[in-house]
């Protein structure tokens, strides 16, 4: 054979006795079929053999396994994104005609792409209240195919009655999705609560380095894996190998993480109530929340992400400039990584209540606490504080 031949068929071996503790990391658009008997086109390659790159490297589908044995899964589906695993749901669940329910705390572009794409495939998704429990049954219709729930809701984190809101769809035969990216997949148990199909963006705690995006779609039952795969298959949402060994290795410091991002998110929250300048602070771990009390029934920890409410009185003027007096926590969305954040939203109304400019939204990181609390101290002193001790 000539070299230029040789290059590209290079006699195959198999790493033989090369026993690492990292995952390898599988690279392949074309997979290759030993005989022509064997070649087939199907994307259930965990359970039928590989076929294609689309549906996932050996690298893909270990992620994929290790998030089901985690969450409790038949199967997980691994996407680009948070938001692919919410398109891939509203897409598998929803044709014209079809009504949906969403709480009106979801993650915001989980409503711009109810409001948006599905609206204009005549798919109408109904807002509601998020503490709506078993009345959630007043609002079902013969049409309705998916209700979302989101526990706790974003930016406002009110906790849902998850298991009233599964019983009053059960019982009408709808499925229930639900955002569980709060919890990491671990600290609320989806499946034994009932829901149908669990979402994670995984881009939050399972990457945990604000280095990636990607997303889950996980379900407990066979003929959900069927219906979801298909559309799933159809959309083609391929997941490169590299973000996925990034998240395999998240995954070895996801428990450890998460503790000391509780107990530090805990310690700075509860500092914040104690302060003259706040009205509330919104941590599902705090008997202020809303939905507290179900918080403390069906999760076993809280994570880093939570809200804060300025009083009245304050300005949005002077809420924007406590946020830019901030030094440690920067300024950016998402969230789960180990840098603190902060994020205003000055337009920010629900239903019952108008936050509009007194909200601030905190992601606490793995900074010393006492630094993060002197950090938040010093902005709301106007900045002084820490001039003066210069
Ligand atoms: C960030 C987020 C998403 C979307 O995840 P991406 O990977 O950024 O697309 C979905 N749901 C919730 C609750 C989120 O916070």
Known sequence: MHWRSRLLHPPRRAPDGF????????RGSTVIFERTADIRDDWRQASHGYTYGLYGSPTVLEL???????????????????QAAIATVYLAFCKAGSHGLVPCNAYGPN???AGGLLERLGIEIEAYEPAIGARIADLIRPDTALIWTESPGSVTMEVQDVPAIVAAAKARGVPVALDNTYAAGVLFDAFGHGVDVSVQAL????GGHSDLLLGSVSV?????YESIGSVWSQLGMAVS?????????????????????????????????SRPEIEAVLHPALPGCPGHDLWKRDFTGSSSVFSFVFRPQLPATAVA?????????????SWGGTTSLAMIYPDLRRPQRDYAGRLVRLNVGLEEPGDLIADLS???????SRDDGR
């Not at 407990?220 to 959900?224: G, K, V």
Request: cysteine-free.
């Open 64 to 82: 994929g396994a290790r998030i089901a044995e985690i969450e409790g899964a038949r199967h997980t589906f691994v996407v680009p994104s948070g």
């Open 321 to 333: 400039a406590f946020v830019d007096r901030l030094e440690l926590f920067q300024k950016g969305f």
């Open 241 to 273: 190998p590299d973000d996925a060994s990034l998240a395999l290795r998240g995954l070895q410091t996801l428990g450890i993480r998460l503790e000391r991002l509780e107990a530090s998110a805990l310690a700075v929250a509860r500092w914040l109530e």
């Open 220 to 224: 407990a039952d066979e003929r959900l």
């Open 19 to 26: 026993r690492s503790l990292a995952a390898p990391v599988y």
């Open 111 to 113: 409503r711009e792409f």
């Open 203 to 206: 881009t939050k705690y399972v």
């Open 378 to 384: 010093n902005a709301l002193a106007g900045g002084r």
